[in-house]
């Protein structure tokens, strides 16, 4: 009886893992959108595209509520990314909306297993990971052209 109920609350403590890589991939999902709306705002101020601060603003909180799709389709009108760039940005879109919309639908059976688990805990890692990195990049490009606009605090 003892072994059962250490077993459970490995299984327990393995399932929690598992839905904390899926919270930390679905956050950087969303660290991935803030700096594509920042990276895009500030493409529309280096082209004079926002009159005045409080149409800043509105565009701003519009470009906020976009979902990363629409995000993804606007910020390749007005940055050139390499093609490497590009195709990471539509993987992590493409993978980003299976993950939210229909990874657990499709992949439930795999939650009851140890061996399931772990594979589901890796992806959702190597998810986190490339996210985390190309949001890094986005953060280089964007605080590059806010020095350039002469809006560093330097």
């Known amino acids: 009886m003892e072994r059962a109920s250490t ?9 929690k893992e598992l839905f ?16 594509l709306a920042n990276l895009i705002m500030l493409m529309k101020l280096a082209e004079g595209k926002v009159p005045s601060e409080e149409d800043f603003e509105e565009l701003y909180q519009r470009k906020l509520s976009s979902s990363l799709g629409q995000l993804v389709q606007e910020i390749r009108h007005y940055f050139s990314f390499s093609s490497e760039e590009t195709e990471e940005l ?15 639908k499709e992949r439930i059976h795999e939650t009851f ?4 688990r772990t594979a589901m805990i890796e992806e959702f890692i190597d998810f986190k990971e490339r996210a985390q990195h190309f949001e890094a990049k986005l953060q280089t490009y964007s605080r590059e052209l806010y020095e350039q ?3 560093s605090n330097k």
């Open 7 to 15: 077993e459970l609350r490995t299984d327990r403590n393995h399932a």
């Open 20 to 35: 904390s890589y899926f919270g930390l991939a679905v956050y950087y999902s969303q660290a991935l959108e803030q700096q």
């Open 90 to 104: 539509m993987h992590l879109w493409k993978q980003r909306n299976y993950i939210v919309h229909d990874y657990f």
């Open 113 to 116: 297993t140890e061996d399931g």
């Open 149 to 151: 606009l002469g809006l």
